[in-house]
């Protein structure tokens, strides 16, 4: 079992940066962000597996968010430029050892393991 904990949110405004931690309690695992809004499902934001890149990401971030991760401190980091309105809800990480991320890391459903959340508020 892991825990994840994540931090780095807070209230920006449109165009600003924030960059987001996940500390984990073991390395190895494949990590996602994910994020979710009020009434919404959870979405995808990006993916990077356990041993470092390649990473994924949503069209709606690619070119604006960028994930990274450093073994050595068990850390995952999504660093947000250009932020919208539209980056607006909670973000969780989370994270799983199972092989179906390889071909699923896009949906909550391989991962075994979630964070409590961390909110991100840009206002326009």
């Known amino acids: 079992q892991v825990q994840l904990v994540e931090s780095g949110g807070g209230l920006v405004q449109a165009g600003d940066s924030l960059r987001l931690s996940c500390a984990a309690s073991?390395?190895?695992?494949?990590m996602g962000w994910f994020r979710q809004g009020p009434g919404k499902e959870r979405e995808f934001v990006a993916a990077i597996r356990g041993t470092g890149d390649p990473s994924s990401y949503a069209d709606s971030v690619k070119g604006r968010f960028t994930i990274s991760r450093d073994n050595a401190k068990n850390t995952v980091s999504l660093q947000m430029n250009s932020l919208t309105h539209e980056d607006t809800p909670v973000y969780y990480c989370?994270?799983?050892?199972?092989?179906?991320?390889?071909?699923?890391?896009?949906?909550?459903?391989?991962?075994?393991?979630w964070g409590q959340g961390t909110q991100v508020t840009v206002s326009s």
């Open positions: 073991k390395s190895g695992y494949h």
């Open positions: 989370a994270a799983t050892l199972r092989l179906s991320w390889f071909s699923g890391y896009a949906a909550p459903r391989p991962y075994d393991y």
